[in-house]
């Protein structure tokens, strides 16, 4: 990591309204050049900004300027933001638009600036952030018990009381699908492997990264700003995404995409000769998954809906509860309840699959005709056709994440390496070469 550097806050208590304004132009000379500073200032001032910043500087508040933003902290350790436009003058439309953003901002003990993101402080320990997350730099959620942050230009470091060190970065990931791997490092960096790959180690042409999915002869990947790119075949326009908007969550299926919305709300584009793109009435939906021929919805209140192929009955899942991961297979659907425990829906012609009995799991996966759980303690367990030796995975240890493809099975280690089982005939397995966190 490069070397971290802290950025100070730049407090304000003159009481006189023209030492304010000035020190408003200091903070942004280098954003404005000389020649029509002085129009945009009296532009802001014409939108009630400098008495803002003067009711600041009277009751000893905190100023700081962050790309577009107008940042000021209260004695009452409340946040508030103010965003500009292009021309530096106050734009409520913007202002109103990122409000909902800053509703944890509160009980603000400390702020901290990066390149384009904003750290705070809380009183209870915990962090929030803001602004771009191009590095995995804003990813600091689930941070408790911190005393103290720092920023750098595009990373974010917290010391919690116990002492420990917790570094913001890229949630790492892995996905196979048919006979392929993917990999997205902490730099929103995405590598493949297998079908469709000559190198090894084929690096695509993305960047911003936050989520992948592996189809049979496509990848898409979702970006940090909610947009989502695709590479590979557009046999039944399946990459006909780029309009897509708003997007938290992708799954490739065989020759079909499906997006998860912000609002709760799914998009689908591609083959739909069994109905697995019929999701546009769906609601409140927290987590999708498509895999071959059908798509799966995880609604908020834990219950599932899927449509698509059902012709091993993969599709009937009305009747679950408490389901908190879901994961759609070639003939099958397996949920995870929040309880630990996993219930299936399907047939492979070999009878069900023997995951009634599964208990502690944190995370399943499903391929063509096998399954795949991750424990609470990093090992993983799998049942099913095991023909490739895709199921040979009981020495696995430290598992962080799993995946499948149609006959190989993926592990990923929190150290950033990976571990593969199973069929190796285009080289989807040669993912154990990633190397995510670098």
């Not at 297998?194 to 002869?217: D, Q, R």
């Not at 499906?258 to 697995?276: E, I």
């Not at 927290?286 to 895999?291: C, E, G, N």
């Amino acid at each position: 990591m490069s070397e971290l550097k802290v950025r100070s806050c730049f407090p304000l208590q003159d009481k006189d309204k023209e030492e304010i304004i000035e020190k408003y132009k200091e903070m942004y000379r280098s954003a404005f050049s000389d020649d029509d500073e002085q129009l945009r200032i009296s532009e802001v001032q014409a939108s009630g900004v400098p008495d803002t910043l003067t009711a600041a500087a009277a009751s000893d508040c905190y100023l700081w300027k962050f790309d577009n933003y107008i940042v000021m902290r209260r004695p009452n350790k409340t946040v508030d933001v103010v965003a500009l436009d292009k021309n530096g003058a106050v734009s409520m439309k913007k202002t109103l638009a990122i409000k909902s953003d800053f509703k944890k901002w509160f009980n603000i003990e400390k702020i901290v600036m990066g390149k384009h993101h904003m750290i705070g402080l809380r009183t209870n320990g915990k962090v929030v952030a803001f602004g771009s997350n191009t590095y995995g730099q804003c990813n600091i959620t689930d941070w408790e018990d911190v005393c103290d942050i720092i920023a750098g230009d595009n990373s974010t470091v917290g010391v919690t009381r116990s002492g420990e060190i917790l570094v913001a970065k890229h949630d790492i990931m892995v996905s196979a699908g048919g006979n392929r791997s993917v990999g997205v490092d902490v730099y929103g960096k995405v590598t493949a492997v297998g079908s469709g790959f000559t190198s090894l180690n084929c690096e695509l042409p993305w960047s911003e990264i936050v989520y992948v999915s592996a189809g049979i002869a496509h990848i898409l990947g979702l970006k940090d700003d909610g947009t989502v790119v695709v590479a590979g075949d557009n046999i039944k326009r399946e990459c006909e995404v780029d309009k897509w908007k708003y997007i938290v969550m992708v799954a490739a299926g065989e020759y079909y995409s499906v997006g998860l919305k912000g609002d709760g709300s799914v998009v689908a584009t591609g083959d739909n000769d069994f109905g697995q793109c019929n999701v546009v009435s769906w609601k409140d939906i927290q987590l999708i998954s498509a895999k071959f021929n059908h798509t799966v919805g995880l609604k908020a209140d834990g219950t599932v809906v899927a449509t698509g192929d059902n012709r091993f009955g993969q599709c009937n899942v009305g009747n679950w509860r408490n389901i908190v991961r879901i994961a759609a297979g070639g003939k099958r659907t397996l949920g995870l309840r929040s309880d630990g425990t996993v219930v299936s829906a399907g047939f492979d012609g070999r009878g069900k699959y023997g995951v009634e009995g599964w208990e502690n799991i944190t995370k399943i996966n499903a391929g063509y005709e096998h399954v795949v759980g991750l424990t609470e303690n990093g090992r993983v367990i799998a049942t099913g056709n095991n023909t490739f030796g895709q199921c040979n995975v009981e020495s696995w240890r430290d598992i962080i994440d799993i995946s499948t493809g149609s006959n190989h099975t993926l592990g990923l280690r929190a150290d950033g390496t990976v571990v593969a089982a199973g069929d190796n005939s285009k080289n989807q397995c040669h993912a154990e070469r990633f190397a995510l966190v670098k």
